[in-house]
């Protein structure tokens, strides 16, 4: 925190700062694994609110006032669970469809429209 002479900058630069951080570990488990391009292949949807949100977090990263940057920083951060979560579900489906899985990966862009055990 600033102690002398940080004034209302200092305050805005804590709370940015701050909110940086908040969302940054958010960020940590997804990014650990997946990218945002799979998450785009997987689902275009979501793919779109979650950009669109991250577009709004910078907008209040640079001109909101702290309630507003609070605001979108905890909306950010139920964003980076909401595809973690949406990601674990797709690999937890592929997982449990292994020719599936070895199919895209042998044809990437394949569509697998039915599995018939041997």
Known sequence: ??????????????????????VAEAARSYESRWT???LKLVDPALFALFTDQQV???KSLLDGTPADIREQTGSMVR????ITRRM???????AAHRTVLEVKQLYPGA??????SA
């Open 1 to 22: 925190m600033c102690n002398v002479g940080c004034g209302t900058a200092g305050v805005a630069m804590t709370v940015v700062t701050d909110a940086m951080r908040e």
């Open 36 to 38: 945002l391009a799979a």
């Open 56 to 58: 709004d977090w910078g």
């Open 79 to 82: 964003g980076w669970v909401a």
């Open 88 to 94: 674990e579900e797709a690999a937890a489906l592929l």
């Open 111 to 116: 569509e697998v429209i039915d599995v018939q």
